[in-house]
């Protein structure tokens, strides 16, 4: 039979060759928010893997809304021809759709990267000022952000709306507001990080507001057709955070303002959450929004398995199937579960070759040293 995850799918006016979407993945490789020869060499390698669809890594809107010095950006002229020359790269010898995932790390802001240790800049390392719906940090030991007051609605709102003109301007096919993980726009929308008792504040129809008027002005200056949407929470992980039915209600009032799809992660509100981990953990999530909503639904989260990725679109528990680290440890995923699945996927003229019709080393025993 036919494979479903290999079978095309259309979103809006763009079609994808297959469900296969590499997720975002923060590189903390740009220079004052411009992309650098190494986004060169990691996005070029996987516009060449044959998915459907590769999703640049959160990018930010302003200099506050990164996560670290280091995060991509899309605010300033130079940042966009630094995104552009990458971007011509992949076009003219990869094979995939690109979109761009814009966001604002918002109380997460002003942190080390990864290999520095992760956690809030030290007061000789440059911080900047952070903020966030209520002046609760994100843990121990973070910096106390700055609740939002009427200028940072404005100016942020604002960012978003010209980083995405920004983004159509590039030729992205595909844009996808950050609302998950910890980030500005989750923090608002969970009680656990948004005690405001404003009209952004309060209920979930009051703390949804501000993502939701955010999301509004990037739909309007979106180009009609190409594909605008989201990565939302499923879970917060905590009994008094955000639940599957707060998910649902979030993604609904989204396609109410013209989103095509949800890409439903979870987790990460504070720092001492910590999900039990296994295969698809986040799946249900994804089937619970899909069949409520009726949008395009991407599922997430320890999804490595091609057989497995199959089964979770050949089911209907979600119409795309989103890897990130999976593709970082094998670029060429996608054609290995490809052959699996009995499937075709693209390859670069250059490495056609490898074709396991064409190849008769694909099946042979790699020789035990």
Not at 297 to 313: C, K, N
Request: charged share 20%; with cysteine.
């Amino acid at each position: 039979m036919p494979s479903s995850l290999f079978s095309p799918i259309r979103i809006g006016d763009v079609s994808f060759a297959n469900r296969v979407v590499i997720a975002p993945m923060c590189q903390y490789s740009a220079e004052d928010g411009s992309a650098t020869d190494w986004h060169m060499m990691h996005l070029g390698q996987l516009a060449l893997s044959g998915a459907g669809l590769l999703v640049v890594e959160a990018t930010g809107v302003e200099p506050q809304g990164r996560i670290t010095h280091q995060c991509l950006g899309l605010w300033s002229d130079a940042n966009e021809q630094a995104l552009a020359r990458v971007l011509a790269a992949c076009r003219k010898y990869g094979n995939t759709r690109i979109g761009i995932q814009l966001a604002h790390a918002g109380r997460k802001a002003s942190a080390q990267t990864p290999w520095q240790g992760g956690g809030s800049l030290p007061a000789d390392a440059r911080p900047w000022q952070t903020f966030a719906p209520s002046a609760i940090p994100f843990g121990p030991g973070w910096h106390i952000p700055k609740a939002f007051e009427p200028e940072d609605f404005a100016r942020v709102k604002t960012a978003f709306v010209q980083a995405t003109a920004r983004a159509a301007r590039l030729g992205f096919d595909l844009v996808e507001l950050h609302a998950a993980h910890g980030y500005l726009m989750h923090s608002f929308v969970s009680p656990v990080s948004n005690k405001r008792n404003d009209r952004y504040g309060g209920d979930l129809a009051g703390r949804m507001r501000f993502p939701l008027e955010v999301f509004a002005a990037m739909r309007e200056v979106w180009p009609k057709g190409r594909p605008i949407g989201a990565r939302i929470t499923g879970q917060d992980w905590l009994d008094d955070g955000l639940s599957v039915a707060d998910a649902v209600a979030f993604a609904s009032e989204l396609k109410a303002r013209g989103a095509d799809f949800v890409d439903v992660s979870s987790g990460s509100i504070t720092p001492e959450v910590r999900p039990v981990l296994s295969p698809g953990y986040q799946v249900p999530f994804a089937e619970a929004v899909r069949k409520a909503t009726g949008l395009n639904t991407w599922a997430v989260g320890l999804i490595t398995d091609p057989r497995h990725a199959e089964q979770l679109v050949a089911s209907g528990q979600a119409d795309m199937v989103a890897l990130a680290r999976a593709l970082l440890d094998d670029p060429r995923w996608v054609w290995h579960a490809a052959a699996e699945l009995g499937a075709e996927a693209a390859y670069p003229l250059q490495y056609a070759r490898v074709r396991p019709k064409l190849w008769p080393g694909y099946r042979m025993p790699v020789a035990a040293e």
